[in-house]
T-cell receptor
């Protein structure tokens, strides 16, 4: 298996632009998680899905952030409009109940908003 | 807010020495997991210990769990320069949600 795939790996955009981050989880995993990591705040859970349904989005910072999972093999995290404070590394991870929720992380997307 | 809190925040040791880091948490858990993150990379799962287990080994890693004290420890024996990384504990609830601590930065010098 290729592991969790994220794209793009790096994104530089100007304030006010829309940003879309993409994630392909490991096949057979029924949980998908989006995290954000910064030096100041550490690793924060933004939202997670179970069987493509959002379960907990309490970590989404504000309405500018939205996430979708249209099918079991694809998820997006969208920021519109982006702001400089959104600059961070965004990770996607997947897991399943059978493995006691051991999570497999993607390589991350480093987002810089100027 | 973070569930797990690691101690120490940073650790510097020489190759061959053992590295021990601790994690404390606040609420009941389904299991506790340890992850490693090399600079600029994603987190990699190291070891998982279930709430009814007290100790677990994997290679040079040893994890203990004391649910009465709500604490866990990770021991890396005979450390190597390649063990230089940040180490995170994460607690899992029964719904699969993980809460990560702030991490321990470990530097192993040759």
């Amino acid at each position: 298996d290729a592991g969790v795939i994220q794209s793009p790996r790096h994104e530089v955009t100007e304030m006010g632009q829309e940003v879309t981050l993409r994630c392909k989880p490991i096949s057979g995993h029924d949980y998908l998680f989006w995290y954000r990591q910064t030096m100041m705040r550490g690793l924060e859970l933004l939202i997670y899905f179970n069987n493509n349904v959002p379960i907990d989005d309490s970590g989404m910072p504000e309405d500018r952030f939205s996430a979708k999972m249209p099918n079991a093999s694809f998820s997006t995290l969208k920021i519109q409009p982006s702001e400089p404070r959104d600059s961070a590394v965004y990770f996607c991870a997947s897991s399943n109940r059978a493995a006691y929720y051991e999570q497999y992380f993607g390589p991350g997307t480093r987002l810089t908003v100027t | 807010s973070q569930q797990g809190e690691e101690d120490p925040q940073a650790l510097s040791i020489q190759e061959g020495e053992n590295a021990t880091m601790n994690c404390s948490y606040k609420t009941s858990i389904n299991n506790l997991q340890w992850y490693r993150q090399n600079s600029g990379r994603g987190l990699v799962h190291l070891i998982l210990i279930r709430s009814n287990e007290r100790e677990k080994h994997s290679g040079r890693l040893r994890v203990t769990l004391d649910t009465s004290k709500k604490s866990s420890s990770l021991l890396i024996t005979a450390s190597r320069a390649a063990d230089t990384a940040s180490y995170f504990c994460a607690t899992a609830d029964s719904w699969g949600k993980l809460q990560f601590g702030a991490g321990t930065q470990v530097v192993v010098t040759p």
